[in-house]
T-cell receptor, first 113, second 115 residues
């Protein structure tokens, strides 16, 4: 069974602080997506990384895909209250017939003013 | 709005009743996925369609669950004889497979509560 382990599961920080969320697996994925989900809504895609060692930046968010394509991290600089939400990583296998995603259990982020 | 839509957004039912959910994917997306998400967990894959063909089903999908995509456009997910353990958010996603890359776009979900 392929698993994606996210850590930490919960994070409560003050506005302006930095944070990093980790996503680890023993399996190799051809792509890794990060989603953000608000309560009662579906996940919204933030980024897709496909190349080992790849780093992508989205404003204050920095995403990294591990060299071996088994792990990823999301770093947020100077967190804002609007960053509050559930962050999910999801691994995909692009080479096979199925595009199903394997999700981590999520990291709930609370940014306090 | 050209995103993925799901109906209903919320459903409360009594144990033993049947329920049906609908998903309308983004136009021209050939793949459609169903996932289930329980509180505090990430979504879990249930099944997916490429056009009208159902190509994979998870072991999570018991024989009380059935999904269809009759014309390769919208899809329905039916749960028969609902149980309290079926209470969850049911998410639909659609994608257009282009080479190795595939981006799934999720709908807002249908939250099911079985009493």
């Amino acid at each position: 069974t392929q698993l994606l382990e996210q850590s930490p599961q919960f994070l409560s920080i003050q506005e302006g602080e930095n944070l990093t969320v980790y996503c680890n697996s023993s399996s190799v994925f051809s792509s890794l997506q990060w989603y953000r989900q608000e309560p009662g809504e579906g996940p919204v895609l933030l980024v897709t990384v496909v190349t080992g060692g790849e780093v992508k930046k989205l404003k204050r968010l920095t995403f990294q895909f591990g060299d071996a394509r088994k792990d990823s991290s999301l770093h947020i600089t100077a967190a804002q209250t609007g960053d509050t939400g559930l962050y999910l990583c999801a691994g995909g296998h692009g080479s096979g017939n199925t595009g199903k995603l394997i999700f981590g259990q999520g990291t709930t982020l609370q940014v306090k003013p | 709005d050209t995103g993925v839509s799901q109906d209903p957004r919320h459903k409360i039912t009594k144990r033993g009743q049947n329920v049906t959910f609908r998903c309308d994917p983004i136009s021209e997306h050939n793949r459609l996925y169903w996932y289930r998400q329980t509180l505090g967990q990430g979504p879990e894959f249930l099944t997916y369609f490429q056009n009208e063909a159902q190509l994979e089903k998870s072991r999570l999908l018991s024989d009380r669950f059935s999904a269809e995509r009759p014309k390769g456009s919208f899809s329905t997910l039916e749960i028969q004889r609902t149980e309290q353990g079926d209470s969850a958010m049911y998410l639909c996603a659609s994608s257009l497979r282009q080479g190795r890359l595939e981006t799934q776009y999720f709908g807002p979900g249908t939250r099911l509560l079985v009493l």
